[in-house]
């Protein structure tokens, strides 16, 4: 029997709607699949390099601050102790740039000098037991209304006060008010915040003491009278409300040691025919006669009109692979866990001895009054951060033809902005606990 025409027509009807609804599910379902797959995957961060200028795209899995008010309140209490940590993912990124900031100098200006990537902008400070908060300018500012701070030392209180000043210039611009000379390294300078009459000095002192530099047209060691504090600072200490004291590298250099006209010793100059001496003899006697300086200043007549705090910043250690001057270079682009780097004897040894002449300090402060001391530890945070530095991007685009030769990586200071940025909330935080103390 023939196949009726109507049965015909319907099948051929069923068969062409099957194929359409087919078709149509197909890619359907690839779609759903897709938006599966990529609900698991988390949303990359872009990052565009524009003028000088970082530009952040952060997706919603960002990490959220933290919301828990106990941990924000531990920020506060007396036994917080922000030394200790490893630095976490943040997306939010820092206060200023290149553009922003006029106090940059050119040898920590990286990403103006051409330093292609920007992942060591995007980490904090996580204590171990307690919370860093971000910095807060306004705040800086307000606690240091009518006061004179002043940064004494080598090129990391240069580099510090720099990037204290970048932050601070994001709430209001200082005027730059006073230089002593034209060498950017070693001079002398100070500004002045007219929206809170407040003043920042940086005196150049890396040995704090009184001494004589090296120079390629004199000398290869350096000259130190351990027991004569430089009078390039000391001399202003009655109109100085917060010191903040910073040293180390120089006094690893070959160096003579004076104490009392005689010649106490040296370190790495045999051909002197000098005792050779370890350096933390010359630390601890420098740092004894600094803060020994300070006490009895502000222990004058004169000088109880008002009193002082003072702040010693420990050993910032260097991150060369290999000497610095043979090629030293440091490549790393992610900062070490704390598990996995620990500090070594030159840093340890630093650390102990400041710790040690601040607690002597404060004994000896208490007899008058108005004086308060503390070490401000940064060392173990720093050794975590090999990915800071300006390396070869101390200089304007080293790469530009081809691989430099002779040029020398700077594996010490750090890039503006950048991890120092840090030891300055750091030492906000301090600056609010002293606040709150009667």
């Not at 890619?27 to 000088?52: D, E, H």
Request: aromatic share 12%.
């Amino acid at each position: 029997m023939g196949r009726k025409p109507f049965n015909d027509k319907f099948l051929s009807l069923t068969k062409r709607i099957l194929h359409l609804t087919f078709y149509a599910l197909f890619p359907l379902t690839l779609l759903s699949i897709s938006f599966y797959l990529l609900s698991l995957t988390p949303f990359p961060t872009i990052q565009l390099l524009q003028s000088n200028t970082i530009i952040t795209f952060n997706s919603s899995l960002s990490p959220p601050p933290p919301s828990s008010s106990a941990e924000e309140h531990k920020a506060y209490e007396n036994s917080c102790n922000y030394y200790n940590g490893d630095w976490v993912r943040d997306m939010n990124g820092p206060l200023y740039n290149a553009t922003t900031c006029g106090a940059i100098r050119d040898g920590q200006n990286c990403i103006k000098n051409g330093r292609p990537d920007s992942g060591y902008l995007y980490w904090r400070w996580k204590p171990s037991k307690c919370y860093l908060p971000r910095f807060e300018p306004h705040t800086f500012l307000q606690l240091i209304e009518n006061k004179h701070i002043a940064f004494v030392g080598d090129s990391l209180a240069r580099n510090q006060l720099e990037s204290l000043l970048c932050m601070l210039a994001t709430d209001s611009a200082p005027d730059l008010v006073y230089r002593n000379g034209k060498d950017g390294d070693r001079e002398d300078r100070r500004w002045h915040f007219p929206s809170h009459n407040a003043n920042f000095s940086l005196y150049w002192s890396p040995f704090l003491v009184h001494g004589i530099e090296k120079s390629d047209e004199g000398s290869y060691y350096n000259t130190m009278y351990l027991d004569q504090a430089n009078e390039r600072w000391a001399r202003d200490v009655d109109q100085i409300d917060l010191i903040v004291v910073s040293f180390g590298h120089w006094f690893l250099s070959p160096a003579v040691f004076y104490e009392g006209h005689s010649v106490l010793g040296s370190l790495g100059c045999t051909d002197l025919n000098h005792t050779e001496i370890d350096f933390s003899v010359p630390i601890r006697k420098a740092l004894r006669t600094t803060l020994n300086s300070i006490i009895e200043r502000k222990a004058s007549a004169t000088a109880k009109r008002n009193g002082i705090d003072v702040i010693v910043k420990t050993f910032s250690p260097a991150h060369f692979e290999g000497d610095w001057h043979k090629g030293g270079i440091c490549p790393k682009k992610e900062p070490y866990r704390e598990e996995k780097k620990q500090l070594g004897r030159v840093e340890t040894e630093f650390t102990r001895i400041e710790i040690e002449e601040v607690e002597s300090a404060k004994a000896k402060a208490n007899a008058f009054g108005g004086l308060r001391f503390e070490v401000f530890d940064i060392s173990q945070l720093a050794l975590l951060r090999p990915d800071g530095h300006p390396g070869l991007h101390r200089k304007p685009f080293p790469f530009a033809k081809g691989l430099p030769k002779d040029v020398h990586s700077d594996c010490v200071h750090w890039c503006l902005p950048g991890p120092i940025d840090t030891w300055n909330g750091i030492l906000l935080e301090i600056m609010k606990k002293w606040e709150k103390q009667p």
